[in-house]
């Protein structure tokens, strides 16, 4: 199963290439998903949507891609194509990282006209007579999206899809140039880790490592939202500390002598999808000027490393993952072990 995502600019021609595109990959069909968001619209209350300004902000939004594009294929097979605009970095790895969670090959292009030519474009965009405010609603929207597509080409769009420049390109043409390059493995699978979805509750361990400011290390992966701390998934028969030793060296090449002190265990209630579990906390202890120098983190798993005091952790952790770093920071401080539910001390 396999997806060929067009990404680009609002009004780049992604929704007109892409129905061409159909045409030209043997058992293919489209998914849009703006079909979501019309969705949502219908399905959320008012309050919630006044409190984002674009449906990718909703998590449920991410969410339902995901879900969507994984039915499609279980029913259809073969390869979805979605014409989608993803600028947000994070949003790319969340629904990217869900798609290779249930083993969905990504082929992620960008069509890249001149901006020259994008205006032009946008600016002759047909806008249907029966929508209210069609010019703001349609025109200014893509407008408005110019510059945060600027930016995402300068920080990590260009590098992450396969551009095609399509300023002197008819969109069949470029559903051609596309299909070739799919089809010749000019655009290789997005290289992401494929990280099974747990089908019932986990036991994860998490190592604290700081340096000689006791500032924490936190880890970027590519393949879910926020920051992490080095860990993950304890395997069956392995014993927590152990896990926790191990996804150490895997993820950062760091290599620790002692069994770690345990700090927290955290019960993480079931949140649909997900099904929750014990999340462990320990105590890797100061690292050398030198170890800190030599991290090397695995490129299709960690995009980027840090320390951070706790109060910059806390811009940077989702809520859930905060409190327990903060909880586990008590617990080192006062040499003990701290038992949590959901990020609260009991006993």
């Known amino acids: 199963m396999t997806v060929v995502w067009i990404n680009g600019a609002f009004g780049a021609g992604k929704t007109t290439t892409a129905r061409e595109l159909i045409e030209l990959i043997p058992n293919s ?9 019309g969705a949502l619209a219908h399905l959320l209350p008012p309050k919630r949507l006044a409190e984002v300004g674009d449906f990718q902000d909703l998590p449920i939004w991410r969410r339902l891609v995901v ?33 290779a969670a249930r083993r969905i090959a990504v082929h992620h292009l960008l069509l890249a006209p001149a901006e020259t030519i994008l205006r032009e474009r946008i600016a002759g965009r047909e806008i249907p007579p029966d929508l209210p405010d069609g010019e703001i609603r349609t025109r200014q929207w893509s407008y408005d999206h110019i510059e945060p597509y600027r930016a995402a080409l ?20 470029t559903a051609v140039r596309i299909a070739d390059a799919v089809g010749s493995g000019a655009v ?25 400011h006791d500032r924490v290390l936190l880890v970027d992966p590519t393949y879910k939202p926020g920051w992490e701390f080095p860990g993950g998934v304890v395997e069956r028969g392995e014993a927590p ?67 951070a005091t706790e109060e910059e952790a806390a811009a940077m952790l989702p809520p859930v993952r905060y409190e327990r770093l903060r909880w586990a920071l008590r617990a080192r401080e006062r040499g003990t072990a701290l038992y949590l539910e959901a990020g609260v001390p009991l006993g």
């Open 241 to 307: 500390a152990r896990a926790g030793m191990r996804e150490v060296a895997e993820e950062t090449g760091i290599r620790l002598q002692e069994v770690p002190r345990l700090l927290v265990v955290d019960w993480e209630r079931p949140a649909p999808p997900g099904f929750g579990g014990l999340r462990l906390l320990f105590d890797g202890g100061r690292l050398e000027p030198g170890q800190a120098s030599q991290v090397l983190l695995p490129g299709p798993e960690l995009r980027a490393w840090r320390f």
């Open 29 to 37: 069909a489209l998914f849009d998903p703006e079909v979501i968001g």
């Open 67 to 99: 879900d969507t594009a994984a039915a499609m294929l279980a029913e259809l097979g073969g390869t979805l194509v979605v014409p989608m605009t993803l600028l947000r970095q994070e949003y790319r790895d969340e629904i990217f990282g869900g798609l």
């Open 188 to 212: 290789p699978v997005c290289d992401i880790v494929q990280t099974p979805e747990p089908t019932a509750e986990t036991l994860a361990a998490g190592v604290l490592l700081f340096d000689e």
């Open 154 to 173: 300068a920080s990590w769009l260009t590098a992450d899809a396969h551009p095609v420049d399509t300023s002197d390109l008819t969109p069949y043409e």
